[in-house]
């Protein structure tokens, strides 16, 4: 479902990074390994159609992403990925609940109150939805962004680093919960990390190597 | 959650920014429309007042005293003029019509005149109750004079001396009301009416002047009542109704040259009038076109500022689909709210303020300003600060319009 060939990219700086050709299946778990500086996250954003200047090629769905016209691409992601950022950044102005609400907005699919409520259940985080997210602890301000992530259901989950500012007990935690949503949904899980707690959970490993040149 | 509520929700994050945004543009549109709303509704009263005097004739002073007293009965008279003058005027082909006034005299502020019917009548005044005078001391009150005095028929008071409440009472004789006046929107609202001779019967004690009524002799034209060239009776003004286009241009010169009285048009003292007030408008103007561009500037500065903290928001939002017009136009539509409720609240904010105004301040009550009036100018000030925001707005939407996403996200 995920593939690529050849898949290269020019940084403003002209460095150019080459990347070795992948193939995720659906529903499949997949750990992207690598330092920082590896292009762990530039290859995320390939990945997520964030970037779009690629050589060679990234098919997601049989779809090749850089062909795919601008507004249809950002269609597109809103409705099959679901981005959990390292800083779990939540929109500030919004409570708990129109964070998540937001997913559905977004991607233009109908808003469906009832997911939300189930997705924040689920996540512990059910009598918190009225809550300013500024008034959030860290680790329930991930679960909002997980929450977020795949509220409305999208075919591939995408995390960067969610692990990296946790101990290891919250480390195990958020894996579990990423492993099971990932499940519970039938979406395919993308994590990218430096963190080595997580290679003995994801059997899926694709090492990145500082391949700049 | 829809576009809107979006939006509202950034407003509402930061809400004393955005309360301060909306208060300055609020109060530039207010004191825009007060002074709208207030020039408007003098024009209109000037104009309704002034309509169908063609010339006011007078003792030699200013002219634009003149007019002020005699048709908007504010300021104080320029003299008397001799009955005797008057009369051989309107003899003159060129008016139609004169009314004879005469003035000094005031209940309770309320300015009594003694005129004729014709005065009424150019005003197109309608009684609620009562008639018409017809006898001396009788009268006939204006709506505003029966409110605020509670005054009804039958009701009887002393003038004063004077347009002032310090002077004189004349307790010797007592004014009976014989009628009071629909409301008109015009001067005669706050005026006392009556005929001249009550006028002249006040003040009989103070000069001594013969009975105008016992008098076998040629009626004067103006008065009916009283003897022709009667030297020693005098009057306030004359107001004139010309026969033709033509005495405009004859008349005033004639009187004004060739008699002891003088000769003003109430088209042309306004007309001065308002080019003296002008200038304390323009300033007004002015600085209320300073407050709405500081105003903008202030929602510009806003945006632009939150336009930082909320470049990773736009990152995020793109991830989950929003594309780059969809955030365009919200911040366009951010800086649109916020203009729409500035303004709104400025056009309240002036409609309450002036309803206020006319409902305390009793001089700015006997003008009959009021708050009530809505005009059509407001709506056009209403959809412009809605250009206004969008202007504001344009250039911290076109920056997160061109925003790379993906190097928002990467750097942390």
């Known amino acids: ?213 | 959650m829809n576009l809107f509520s979006l939006v509202w929700n950034y407003l509402v994050a930061k809400p004393l920014n955005t309360f301060l945004n909306c208060l300055l543009l609020a109060l530039g549109i207010a004191v825009i429309t007060i002074l709208l709303l207030v020039q408007t509704q003098l024009m209109t009263k000037i104009s309704d007042n002034a309509k169908g005097i063609d010339l006011v004739v007078g003792a030699k002073g200013s002219p634009l005293q003149l007019i002020l007293c005699n048709i908007f009965h504010i300021d104080f008279p320029t003299g008397n003029i001799k009955l005797a003058e008057a009369e051989k005027l309107v003899r003159n082909k060129m008016i139609k019509k004169a009314i004879p006034m005469a003035l000094g005299d005031s209940h309770s502020g309320y300015r009594i005149i003694g005129t004729n019917t014709d005065y009424p009548q150019l005003y197109h005044a309608v009684l609620e109750q009562g008639d018409w005078w017809k006898k001396s001391l009788e009268v006939v009150i204006g709506s505003q004079v029966a409110q605020q005095l509670q005054l009804s028929i039958n009701d009887t008071f002393a003038g004063t001396h004077g347009l002032s409440n310090e002077g004189d009472v004349h307790e010797g004789h007592h004014y009976r009301v014989v009628g009071i006046m629909k409301k008109n929107n015009t001067v005669l609202d706050n005026l006392i009416l009556g005929n001249i001779e009550s006028v002249w019967l006040m003040h009989q004690e103070e000069s001594v002047s013969p009975s105008p009524t016992d008098s076998s002799l040629l009626a004067s034209t103006l008065l009916p009542a009283v003897t022709a060239v009667d030297s020693t009776m005098e009057i306030t003004s004359l107001l004139i109704q010309y026969r033709s286009p033509m005495a405009a241009i004859q008349l005033p010169r004639l009187i004004n040259s060739q008699s002891n009285m003088q000769a003003a048009s109430p088209a042309f003292e306004t007309a001065r009038l308002f080019s003296i007030l002008g200038v304390g408008v323009e300033v007004l103007n002015g600085f209320a076109y300073v407050l709405i561009v500081i105003a903008a500037l202030s929602i510009f500065i806003a945006l632009y500022n939150s336009l930082k903290e909320r470049r990773y928001d736009m990152a995020i939002m793109r991830s989950m689909g929003a594309t780059r017009t969809r955030l365009l136009f919200t911040t366009v539509l951010e800086g649109i709210t916020m203009t729409v409720i500035g303004s709104v609240g400025g056009l309240v904010l002036a409609h309450g303020a002036l309803m206020i105004i006319a409902d305390t301040v009793s001089e700015v009550q006997s003008t009959g300003i009021t708050g009530f009036l809505f005009l059509p100018v407001e709506s056009l000030l209403l959809s412009a600060s809605v250009g206004l925001g969008a202007v504001c707005a344009l250039l911290p939407a076109i920056q997160i319009y061109r925003a790379d996403i993906s190097k928002v996200l990467a750097s942390n």
């Open chain 1, 1 to 213: 479902m995920i593939s690529t060939t050849k898949l290269a990219f020019n940084y403003p700086s002209s460095d150019s990074i080459h990347f070795n050709d992948l193939e995720i299946a659906p529903r499949e778990d997949c750990l992207l390994l690598g330092e920082s500086g590896s292009g762990k996250t530039t290859l995320l954003h390939l990945l997520g159609g964030l970037l779009r200047t690629y050589q060679g090629s990234i098919k997601v769905n049989s779809n090749e992403l850089k062909e795919l016209p601008e507004k249809e691409m950002d269609f597109f992601r809103g409705k099959q990925y679901g981005f959990v950022f390292q800083k779990n950044h939540l929109i500030h102005a919004l409570t708990v609940e129109k964070n998540v609400l937001l997913s559905f907005y977004l991607a233009n699919l109908p808003i469906n109150m009832e997911r939300m409520k189930e997705v924040l259940d689920s996540l512990g985080l059910y009598n918190k939805r009225k809550s300013r997210v500024t008034q959030l602890s860290y680790g329930q301000a991930q679960r909002v962004a997980i929450a977020r992530a795949i509220v409305h259901r999208p075919s591939i989950i995408i995390a960067d680093e969610p692990t990296s500012a946790l101990d290891d007990q919250n480390c195990n935690k958020v894996m579990e919960l990423l492993l099971q949503v990932a499940s519970q949904n039938e979406s395919t899980l993308i994590v990218a990390t430096h963190d080595q707690r997580l290679k003995g959970i994801i059997k899926k490993q694709i090492h990145l190597h500082h391949a700049m040149r």
